[in-house]
């Protein structure tokens, strides 16, 4: 059988478009002569449309195309991802479902059966979970069509993440019961940049346990914080994969799922990986969004300068304006450096000095701030200061503004509410200190875009004298080695400890976690690479007694 996998960019509640793509590829498909052409899950309205599920006109649309595009399946036949309406008076009004289109017409509806409900998913919100298992006949094949987590019942060992055993169902046991010749499995699998080879472990486990091929065929593109990376391939039974597609861009292959050729995809490091899946999480926020200009502040330092360069790549320099803010505490080497950046890339800046205003600002404040030593409330005026004014450049030019702040910031609270904290969008949020001077040296790979100065200089917020990171928070070595297993391997401080980590830094770490998650709460969306972003995948009560 010759099957056609179509690696998309579905916008959510774009059922124009998504119609559109998915009708092209069924016609270039019939054309390359495939007998089958395989979509991923929910591609006809997007993943995820949340609670748009509960809109009745949006269901409806939903179904109206899918009945529209079955009509170009003639001669060959096509399996898409959509909700459907659950007919029974039992459980929840939806399922999550694999759509069977031939002969013009929607021929078989199969549904997820494991509904995942864990850190950014809530599937079990709105569908209702399978119990009846049936394949589909075709040419002579049954097919046995899976979405997602369907193929996920039994997981390699997750403990490293610090994930638990998600689903109590085995689909996939019992659709082999069935003999199936082939499975299908309709995916929107996110990338996370530590969890990338457990996608193809599980893959590659059930081929080898139930003795079957599988066809995955995930999506690609960014919808907000959720960036899928595609990388759909084709499995043999004895667990090969000589197909693999393409990661963070459409693709289409056809597979001769008897005598495939193979298609094997370049190895690239982690940092590489993240590197494209923010670019590609900027450009579709701006496409699908209509936007088009942005701003952001540049102090000189390594993270405005790396999402600077992230813009510049994935939206244009003549898109991309920087506004340069230096107060009595600004180095020269820093508005030096910010301008070197600005000239390597043609990005458009302006230079607003702000010790005018912080001073009038300060001045104003004088009466009630009387015979009390200058501290935090001090530093926050500047920051605030700067954030007025580059939102003041968003409003008047409709520039939407960046926000530069990294993961390790964010953990620890180390910014400033209606300061640097602004923004339409948080490009860094998900990635950690170290990981962005790593990001620096692979935009810097060919050529120094990011002034060297920018990478090796001490990382300061130039608040006050001769500002370090380091006067207030551990090397960022250490910070990340534990912010990354609070967070991500959901270790307690004791088992942190326990690793060799000194006491008081690590019980100070998780303090400034616990204690700043009301910051976080008024964050800009955060673009997700990782296994656990801050954002809607990281719920925590901010009146909690943590510490």
């Known amino acids: 059988m010759k099957v056609a996998l179509a690696q998309l960019n579905y916008h959510i509640a774009n059922f124009e478009s998504n119609s559109e793509k998915i009708i092209d590829a069924i016609k270039a498909a019939k054309d390359e002569g495939a007998d089958l052409v395989v979509f991923s899950e929910l591609a006809v309205c997007g993943y995820y449309p949340h609670d748009l599920l509960e809109r009745k006109e949006f269901i409806e649309l939903a179904i109206q195309t899918i009945h529209e595009i079955a009509k170009s399946c003639v001669g060959i036949a096509a399996i898409v991802g959509g909700p459907s309406i659950n007919e029974s008076s039992r459980g929840k009004k939806l399922f999550n479902s694999a759509y069977f289109l031939n002969e013009g017409e929607v021929k078989a509806v199969r549904h997820k059966s494991s509904l995942p409900t864990y850190d950014i998913f809530d599937e079990y919100r709105h569908f209702e979970p399978n119990r009846d298992y049936e394949v589909v006949e075709f040419m002579g094949k049954k097919l046995a069509l899976t979405i997602c987590e369907d193929l996920w019942d039994e997981q390699p060992t997750q403990n490293e993440f610090g994930r638990d055993k998600l689903y109590q169902r085995n689909p996939m046991k019992e659709l082999s019961q069935l003999n199936p010749d082939l499975v299908i ?28 091929p599988i066809i995955y065929v995930n999506q690609t593109g960014a919808q907000t914080e959720l960036i899928f990376d595609g990388g759909s391939c084709f499995v043999k039974a004895d667990g090969s994969i000589p197909v693999e597609m393409a990661y963070f861009k459409e693709d289409f292959q056809i597979v001769d799922t008897e005598n495939p050729m193979e298609l094997k995809q370049p190895k690239q490091d982690y940092i590489g990986k993240i590197h494209q899946a923010l670019i590609l999480g900027i450009r579709d926020y701006f496409k699908k969004m209509r936007f088009q200009d942005v701003v952001l502040g540049l102090s000189g330092g390594i993270d405005s300068a790396v999402v600077c360069a992230l813009a510049a790549e994935a939206l244009g320099s003549s898109n991309v304006r920087g506004i340069l803010m230096p107060s009595r505490y600004s180095s020269d080497h820093s508005v030096a450096d910010a301008i070197q950046l600005a000239e390597n890339y043609g990005v458009k800046y302006d230079i607003v000095g702000i010790q005018n205003m912080v001073d ?3 001045k104003e404040l004088g009466p009630i701030f009387e015979n009390l030593p200058a501290g935090v409330a001090e530093e926050n005026v500047q920051a605030r200061t700067r954030g007025i004014l580059v939102m003041a450049v968003s409003n008047k030019f409709g520039n939407i503004l960046l926000n530069t702040t990294n993961k390790s910031e964010c953990a620890v609270g180390y910014g400033t509410l209606y300061g640097d904290m602004n923004g339409g969008l948080s490009v860094l949020g998900d990635v950690y200190k170290t990981d962005v001077y790593k990001l620096a040296r692979y935009i810097n790979r060919d050529k120094e875009w990011i002034p060297e100065n920018s990478i090796v200089k001490a990382p300061s917020a130039e608040l006050r004298p001769d500002q ?34 000194e006491r008081e830094t690590v019980l100070k770490t998780v303090r400034m976690v616990n204690q700043n998650e009301y910051k976080r709460f008024q964050s800009p969306p955060i673009l997700r690479v990782s296994s656990k972003a801050f954002g809607f995948g990281r719920k925590m009560p901010l009146v909690a007694r943590y510490s």
């Open 360 to 362: 009038d600002f300060e």
């Open 468 to 501: 370090k990171d380091t006067d207030s928070l551990p090397d960022y070595d250490i910070l990340d080695a534990i912010l990354f297993k609070y967070i991500e391997m959901n270790q307690s401080p004791e088992e942190i400890i326990e690793q060799g980590f």
């Open 185 to 212: 499995n309709l995916s929107a699998s996110p990338f996370s940049y530590n969890q990338e080879s457990w996608r193809k472990d599980i893959l590659v486990m059930n081929a080898l346990k139930y003795k079957l």
